[in-house]
């Protein structure tokens, strides 16, 4: 079983920056793309950010565009996600899990990193 182990959460002040980790034990993530979505206290589900999509773009929900950037160390197997201009309902639990666009297998987790961010 792959494991994903998600990190880089912390406390930040609005308009700070913060950048996630996600690290595999096996499969590259140009073969088993990788990414990001969150969980905020009494919201749904929502995907963040994918390394890849049908296209072979990364795909980011609207609302970050701009604002985070994924990437991948192929060395490391690992995929970041580089977070700037966090604003307090970027607020979140952040999982890693395998993905397409924004269609995320959910049950792929490992455990989440906290994200604050104050206003």
């Known amino acids: 079983e792959v494991q994903l182990q998600a990190s880089g959460g912390g406390l930040v002040q609005a308009g700070g920056s913060l950048r996630l980790s996600c690290a595999a034990s096996?499969?590259?993530?140009?073969?088993?793309?990788r990414g990001w979505f969150r969980q905020a206290p009494g919201k749904e589900r929502e995907g963040v950010s994918c390394?890849?999509?049908?296209?072979?773009?990364?795909y980011y929900v609207d609302s970050v565009k701009g604002r985070f950037t994924i990437s991948g160390d192929n060395a490391k197997n690992t995929v970041y996600l580089q977070m700037n201009s966090l604003k307090p309902e970027d607020t979140a639990v952040y999982y890693c899990?395998?993905?397409?666009?924004?269609?995320?297998?959910?049950?792929?987790r490992g455990q989440g990193t906290l994200v604050t961010v104050s206003s």
């Open positions: 899990a395998h993905c397409s666009g924004k269609i995320f297998l959910y049950n792929s």
């Open positions: 096996e499969f590259s993530f140009e073969d088993y793309p």
């Open positions: 390394s890849s999509s049908a296209d072979g773009s990364a």
